[in-house]
């Protein structure tokens, strides 16, 4: 399903390409701000995506994300490792800069604890919505800036039931196109 996915979209934005693909890998670090039950964290990630053109870009994006509450009754240690496949258009170009907006979904491989016997695990869904910008410092080095709006469903295994939320998230990063 996926592969079809990717074959039809590649097919719809490749017949407009008006410059030269590119592949490109990217490492980012982000800051979660409005988490229910946490405070807020930080977390990081790596991307592969494709430039099909200079407006359409299909990437696939892993996140390491660390949760802690200290909450009295409610101390958690919480890991949520997300896969997502996000789609970029690109909406403003000048110079080296580069405006842009996005869209994304995956799933979330949540692992919890509160206690040492209280521990569990949930598989979740995720989305997010976002804009950023990129500022060519070379012909393949780009640095990145995001401002999305990430959403995970709530968790749920041994007892202990927590909830992320859709918090607001800011990230940083480095592109390296191939």
Do not use: C
């Amino acid at each position: 399903m996926l592969r079809k996915f990717l074959f039809i979209a590649a097919a719809a934005v490749g017949f407009s390409a008006n410059v030269q693909a590119q592949t490109y890998g990217e490492i980012k670090a982000s800051y979660f701000s409005g988490i229910d039950d946490f405070g807020d964290e930080q977390t990081f990630g790596l991307a592969v995506g494709y430039e099909f053109n200079d407006r359409h870009a299909l990437e696939v994006e892993a996140q390491v994300n660390g949760f802690d509450s200290n909450d009295p009754g409610f101390e958690v240690d919480a890991d949520i490792f997300t896969y997502l496949l996000n789609y970029h258009y690109t909406v403003w170009q000048e110079g080296n800069w580069r405006v842009r907006t996005g869209a994304g979904f995956g799933w979330g491989e949540a692992e919890f604890g509160v206690t040492a016997d209280k521990r569990g695990d949930d598989n979740i869904f995720v989305w997010q919505v976002g804009a950023g910008a990129d500022y060519s410092i070379s012909d393949n080095v780009k640095a990145t800036f995001d401002l999305r709006l990430q959403d995970f469903d709530e968790a749920s295994d041994a007892g202990v039931t927590y909830d992320v939320g859709t918090p607001v998230v800011i990230s940083v990063g480095l592109r390296y196109g191939f």
